[in-house]
């Protein structure tokens, strides 16, 4: 399968509990009001296989895992399960960043749940009214206080 994703950055270190390479969604039609990530919207679109993607990820011998944000990955939700599972198949750790709530982005993606392996969730869109100076979930600062992190216990 053809999973499309904007750029990958290695090496990135306060978006996950692990050091990861960050790979940028296809698009996002949220809308979150301040939202920082509009211009990534304008860059062109690469294209290439899970394993592929895993495999450019594992080059960098920095990174450890997957930070799959940027944009909004369950727009793309087939495409979403099979690079967490080619991750997940190397034994690499994943965290996937939503602007939606948790119930909203398990709507989307449902068959997230059943994946095995080492799996977060950071939910919660950016709302400038609710500034969060100082909230740290498993090593990562949220932005705001409607954010959260959970991670996946799952059994498949």
């Avoid at 990534?40 to 899970?50: C, D, I, Q, R, Y």
């Avoid at 099979?82 to 449902?110: D, R």
Wanted: hydrophobic share 40%; aromatic share 8%.
């Amino acid at each position: 399968m053809a999973i499309r994703y904007k750029s990958i950055e290695n090496e990135r270190m306060e978006d996950a509990p692990f050091v990861g390479a960050l790979i940028c969604a296809h698009s996002c039609a949220i809308g979150c009001k301040g939202c920082f990530n509009q211009d990534l919207k304008k860059m062109p679109s690469e294209v290439n296989t899970a394993s592929k993607i895993v495999e450019l990820v594992l080059e960098d011998p920095f990174n450890k895992g997957l930070i799959l944000g940027g944009l909004e990955w369950s727009e793309q939700p087939e495409e979403l399960i099979e690079l967490v599972q080619a991750a997940t198949q190397k034994n690499l750790p994943v965290i996937i960043f939503t602007g939606h709530t948790l119930e909203a982005f398990y709507e989307k993606v449902p068959r997230i749940k059943k994946i095995e392996g080492e799996i977060y969730i950071k939910y919660g869109g950016y709302n400038e009214a609710l500034l969060e100076p100082s909230k740290v979930v498993y090593g990562v600062k949220l932005a705001t206080s409607n954010q959260g992190i959970v991670l996946l216990k799952a059994t498949g």
